[in-house]
């Protein structure tokens, strides 16, 4: 029998990436924990729209100005990868880990894209103009979250693999703003018109779910899946102001107080607590503004527009002693069935890398997990509301 190796999970790290006008100067800024870093180095406009961090790596999607076009641009580490040759309009807009490999999402000349580590795949022709705004890997499958124009109305749709899936009938404007993958489920976030106002949705498998009801413009900008609850961050007009709004199983919490214009576009779940990325105005500047369970922090201090776009957040790993722990694990590494033996029965939970909580497990005293399924990496397993985590080998 093969114990596994044990990580116990201390302080959390808080990434958040997005925008500041610096002196009127947009520039692609990266917080980490509250504090700024600016990624380009302010003699173009510059914009950071995602986050995504893998062990000591973080990586940040976004664009530069050339002084001639816009440039879609990958940071690891502060250090820019430029992924399009300058030539053409160009965007990263979304970025994704899954175990060696990176991908990106954006767009080059009205061409949807996606480059895995460096190398690019088009997923639209450039007949109709398009645009990708999220991607997500779960094992082999790549999704993509955007829109296509059908000739004057923007379509929301997803790409599996490279192959589009139209989310909207063409009849209306609509959007897909952001998808997450959990299990055999297929969540997007976006909006679709009615004729005369936006309406928040949620579409899951394809399916739609109204999240407002149309009286006033709503988007839905991101979602995130924890568990059996399903998390949206976007915002609804109160006639006057755009208010901030997370809505958690289709039930809505406001996070601004709507007396000034306010928006969400992120949310992430890690463990019990729920973190926003998005924006509020003082009398006069957008504040890029945190929401850690309802809970505001300012990220700017409002002399310049500032904007939260992308949220992250990992776990700091240290060692810890597993002689006394409720189970033990083998085989480690494994290819099919991950078997458990339980001192008391108790509820464990199987995450990825990127945070995402896969499997929610019942343990007996002997118990057989099958994770077939999962694409060849690194997971974590944890008892609910322990500390301590289990590095899981796939093979």
Known sequence: MLLLTATTLSAQDIYVAGVEYNGGMPSATLWKNGAAQTLNNGSHEAMAYSVAVSGSDVYV???????????????????????????????????????????????????????????????????????????????????????????????????????????????????????????????????????????????????????????????????????????????????????????????????????????????????????????????????????KNGVEQALSDGTYDAVAASVFVTGSLGTSDISKNNFTLYPNPVQDVLNIQIIEPTTLQLYSLQGQLLKEIKADKNTQVDISGLASGIYLLKEMNGSTAYKVIKE
């Not at 820019?80 to 490999?101: E, M």
């Not at 909006?191 to 309406?199: A, L, P």
């Not at 498998?205 to 009286?215: D, E, K, P, S």
């Not at 007009?237 to 576009?265: C, M, P, R």
């Open 61 to 291: 999607a976004g664009n530069e100005h050339n002084g001639t076009n816009q440039v879609a641009i990958l940071w690891k580490n502060g250090a820019p990868q430029y992924l399009s040759d300058g030539s053409n309009y160009a965007d990263a807009t979304s970025v994704f880990v899954s175990g060696s490999d990176v991908y990106v999402a954006g767009k080059d000349n009205e061409i949807i894209k996606v480059w895995k580590n460096g190398v690019s795949q088009d997923l639209t022709d450039g007949s109709n103009s398009a645009g990708a705004h999220s991607i997500f890997v779960s094992g082999n499958d790549v999704y993509v979250a955007g829109y296509e124009k059908n000739g004057s109305v923007w379509v929301a749709k997803l790409w599996k693999n490279g192959v589009a899936q139209d989310l909207t009938d063409g009849s209306k404007q609509a959007m897909a703003y952001s998808v997450f993958v959990s299990g055999s489920d297929v969540y997007v976030a976006g909006y679709e018109s009615n004729g005369t106002r936006w309406v928040a949705k949620l579409w899951k498998n394809g399916a739609a779910q109204v999240l407002t009801n149309g009286a006033n413009n709503a988007v839905a900008g991101s979602v995130f899946v924890s568990g059996s609850d399903v998390y949206v961050a976007g915002y609804e007009n109160n006639g006057t102001y755009g208010v901030a709004k997370l809505w958690k199983n289709g039930t809505a919490q406001t996070l601004s107080d709507g007396t000034s214009e306010a928006g969400a576009g992120s949310v992430y779940v890690s463990g019990s607590d729920v973190y926003v990325g998005g924006h509020e105005y003082n009398a006069t500047k957008a504040v890029a503004k945190l929401w």
